[in-house]
Structures are given as structure tokens and as C-alpha cells.
């Protein structure tokens, strides 16, 4: 296992998540974003929490990745492979996740655990680009909506935030949170 980060640092906090239900990934799981972009970011690769098969995919080719592949249309030979799939700070780079995520749905084995984390409130960035962020019931419509069951969602991090929403005299103090995280059933 990877040196610890605190919980209170952004990767910290989305590598406990990850590590707290990777006992039910099974015995062959496929890493959706594996690619680590800098040899010094040891904190973004999950693969030593492999009990198995581990598979990383990516569509950009790099350390960490095994296959370069498009969530949109994985392979037609993949069907009901993988016993478990970690999509981690992926979602939010997807151009259409409502068809990539019923592909990740048909590669799945029935009963397989989905493991999920994607940004609610953080700055834009691209690898290579940057199009959503989701809400917890946002993120449990879409996969319910791409068959999965038993979705469970929950919030974690918090950024601050200073707004005044309708021009009335001061400010209204918020606390919004940084990510959403998601487990489910295919």
C-alpha cells in the first residue's frame, strides 16, 4: 500500500475512500483513468490494491496503463469480465457519461462492485478536458439509469465559499462540498 496522505488532503481522502471498499472488488478489476501522470504521483495509483487481475485503462497512453481504450466503447470481448471497476476523478473528463457508463455496466459480472469518486465544487482542469461536475443525486440517476443497483452516494471535503446570492446588503457564508463518492451493484 501507497505511503499515507492525510484525510483532510483532497487525494487523501479519495484514496481511503477507494481502500474502504476494495476488499469487495473481487479478483479481477479494471481501473478506469490508471494513468499516473508524473512518475512522483505515487498517490493516484490504486493497482496495489489489486486481491488479482488488475487492468488499467486510459485514453492517453502512460505509466500504469495496459490497455489505451475508450470508455465510450470498450471491447466487445470484455462483456461480464471484471468482478469489480474503480473509476477514480475520472467521470468529470467523460464527454458522455450517460453511454459510458452502461459500458462499464456490460464488462461488469452481475452482483460486481463499482467503486466511484467524481468532483462536485473544484477548478476546472483537463486531462485532456474537463466537462461535468455531479451532484449525489445526479451521480445515483445516472447510474441507476445505466443499470447498476444498489447505488449509495455520499459527499466528502468541503470548500468555502462567500456569495451574495440577490444583491442584498452582506454576504452569505457556504460550505460546499468538494467531491461526490459512489459505490454499486452491476
Same mark, same amino acid.
Given at each position: ?24 472488488? +473481487? *479478483?479481477? !478489476?479494471?481501473? @478506469? ?5 508524473? &512518475? =512522483?504521483? %505515487? ?18 497512453? +502512460? *505509466?500504469? !496503463?495496459?490497455? @489505451? ?5 470498450? &471491447? =466487445?470481448? %470484455? ?108
Amino acid at each position: 500500500m501507497a505511503s499515507r496522505l492525510p484525510l483532510t488532503s483532497v487525494r487523501g481522502r479519495i484514496r481511503a475512500y477507494v481502500e474502504r471498499h476494495a476488499p469487495g472488488l +473481487g *479478483d479481477d !478489476v479494471l481501473e @478506469v483513468g490508471s494513468r499516473v501522470h508524473t &512518475p =512522483a504521483a %505515487w498517490w493516484c495509483t490504486n493497482r496495489d490494491l489489486a486481491q488479482g487481475a488488475w487492468t488499467g485503462i486510459d485514453i492517453q497512453a +502512460g *505509466d500504469g !496503463v495496459d490497455l @489505451v481504450a475508450d470508455l465510450h466503447a470498450l &471491447p =466487445a470481448e %470484455w462483456a461480464g469480465r471484471f468482478s469489480g471497476v474503480v473509476c477514480s476523478e475520472v467521470l468529470e473528463h467523460v464527454a458522455r457519461p450517460w453511454l459510458a457508463l452502461p459500458e462499464l455496466r456490460r464488462v461488469m459480472r452481475p452482483g460486481g462492485l463499482l467503486v466511484m469518486t467524481t468532483l462536485f465544487a473544484f477548478p476546472e482542469h483537463g486531462y485532456p478536458d474537463d466537462f461535468y461536475r455531479y451532484s449525489r443525486s445526479g451521480l445515483a440517476l445516472l447510474l441507476s439509469d445505466a443499470g447498476f443497483r444498489d447505488v449509495s452516494t455520499e459527499y466528502a471535503g468541503e470548500i468555502p465559499i462567500t456569495l451574495n446570492d440577490h444583491g442584498e446588503p452582506g454576504v452569505a457564508h457556504r460550505r460546499l462540498p468538494l467531491h461526490v463518492f459512489a459505490v454499486a451493484r452491476a
